[in-house]
């Protein structure tokens, strides 16, 4: 058990009716986060969602996944204002789209103003580049006192993505969000997914979670977002997460045995 951020007291006295026992629960502050965004721009990224836009114009991929970057800054933001963001983009290799990291959502924005597919960019993408950045960068966190996590955003279906990485150099965290096309003979998102567990598990410090969707439906991204707004050094391994739960309608066979029938039955 951790202690709470602000938390002042480190000991506490346990006293059971036998005798009492004394134990020291050291206060921990959770460290800010650097998150460095990264954005596959393959063309497959301008796949239309099943959700259409205020002007009647589908969405994409690209769109959708803005929209859930956004709705994770402000939310990350509302919970802790000194974290901060930076933003890549992934073609064959990985560029900069905004290299300072900042906490303001004009930043953000402005980033997103830049941010288009590259046809040039279709095929087999290498991860290397992005992990070599990211171990770079959080050697720059760790001297602040702050972590390193990068949110990988993934489009591509037919490809697994290829790194060059140690197994060793484990310094910043990962999370994948994997949207993809259902399986067909052009494709094979299986096997995309495997790879991307397989570099996951590889590279985070802490626990990374993945998700992926194949359905096209905008809720589904920004559902798994609202996941991504855990801190890794509070996570549980992703196969203990239990939310969102299901919400289930009562049938109404369900609903008249709940009804206590000693109890009085209003006549209005």
């Known amino acids: 058990m951790q202690g709470i951020e602000g938390q002042n007291s480190a000991t506490t006295t346990a006293a059971a009716a036998g005798g009492g026992g004394l134990y020291t629960l050291p206060p921990a502050r ?9 954005i596959d721009v393959d063309p497959e990224c301008l796949v239309e969602m099943k959700v259409t836009g205020p002007n009647g114009r589908p969405f994409t991929r690209l769109d959708t996944i803005k929209q859930g970057i956004l709705l994770f ?25 905004r290299k300072e990291f900042s906490g303001e959502v004009d930043a953000a924005l402005s980033a997103f103003r830049g941010l288009s ?18 171990a770079h960068e959080a050697k720059k966190s760790r001297a602040q006192n702050r972590i390193l ?3 990988l955003m993934y489009c591509r279906s037919s490809v697994p ?9 484990k310094v910043f965290t990962l999370d994948v969000i994997y949207l993809h096309d259902k399986p067909g003979p052009d494709n094979c998102p299986q096997k995309v997914y495997d790879s991307l567990v397989e570099a996951l598990e590889l590279v985070t410090e802490y626990e990374g979670y993945i998700y992926e969707s194949g359905q096209g439906l905008t809720r589904i991204l920004l559902r798994h977002m609202c996941i991504l707004l855990s801190h890794p050094q509070q996570r549980c391994v992703q196969d203990d997460v239990d939310v969102p739960k299901s919400l289930t309608k009562k049938s109404p ?3 008249s045995a709940s009804v206590d ?6 006549s209005q």
């Open 30 to 38: 959770f460290s800010s986060e650097d998150i460095l965004f990264c």
């Open 253 to 255: 066979t369900t609903e």
């Open 149 to 151: 996590r990068v949110i």
């Open 73 to 97: 800054i402000h939310s990350k933001l509302a919970i802790n204002p000194d974290h901060r963001f930076a933003f890549t983009v992934l073609g064959k290799s990985v560029s900069w789209l």
């Open 117 to 134: 597919a590259d046809s040039s960019s279709s095929g087999q993408a290498d991860l290397t580049q992005l992990f070599r950045i990211a």
């Open 161 to 169: 993505p290829q790194h060059q990485w140690l197994a060793t150099q």
């Open 261 to 266: 029938e000693s109890a009085p039955v209003s």
